[in-house]
């Protein structure tokens, strides 16, 4: 007899075979520097012969505050795949650990979705905080992912001609999605990112110390 869906997806969260935790390092490299940081990274990674993948994606990112910390939310289209379906992404609240911790750790979870489901998260209470536009390249490397995008602000008028950039850099990230507890996986994403010294440096990113300054 067949087990009923919940009860499926709970056991598979259970036995750890969902991925469900997102290992992540992140850095920036300016624009005069990018292509050196391509050439290394087309060097390095496993799709040499076909080159780097590009990307155009429009983010949105929406918060609900039913608890002390908001839940964040983010829908992702790609602008230049239009056929493609939406995202919806989970994301919880990073763990940076010790010092000893080679990479930050937080919940991620995808969903396919349709484009009603900005429509959806309004109904059910959320605002969005932001939006933007992300185009670069992504990279693999075994399990890994490596993206260098440049990110802009959205156009009043959702155009995205004349799409003004926030940074003269470009965004670098290394994260690896798996289940938890395969933490030696960080140690692998170490090593690649020291391949990557010095032209761009992936590290733990502390937000919150970036915003409120050290203690």
Wanted: hydrophobic share 35%; glycine share 6%.
């Amino acid at each position: 007899m067949a087990q009923p869906l919940s009860t499926a997806i709970d056991t598979a969260f259970k036995s750890n075979i969902v991925p469900d935790q997102e290992y992540l390092l992140q850095g920036s490299v300016l624009d005069k520097s990018v292509e050196v940081l391509l050439h290394r990274l087309r060097g390095l990674c496993d799709n040499v012969d076909s080159g780097p993948e590009p990307f155009q994606d429009h983010e949105m990112c929406f918060s609900i505050r039913t608890t002390p910390t908001p839940l964040n939310l983010r829908v992702r289209r790609a602008l230049d795949h239009q056929d493609m379906p939406w995202q919806l992404r989970y994301i919880g609240q990073p763990e940076y650990g010790d010092k000893m911790r080679p990479t930050i750790i937080r919940s991620s979870i995808d969903i396919g979705c349709s484009a009603s489901v900005v429509e959806f998260l309004t109904e059910l209470g959320c605002r969005m905080e932001f939006e933007y536009i992300a185009r670069g390249y992504m990279f693999r490397k075994g399990r890994m992912k490596i993206t260098v995008s440049k990110i802009f602000k959205m156009n009043q008028n959702k155009a995205q001609d004349n799409m003004e950039p926030i940074s003269e850099s470009y965004l670098v990230e290394l994260s690896v999605l798996a289940p938890r507890g395969q933490d030696a996986i960080a140690e692998d994403m170490r090593s690649f990112a020291e391949q990557l010294r010095p032209l761009v440096n992936l590290e733990k990113v502390d937000y919150k110390r970036l915003t409120h300054g050290p203690p």
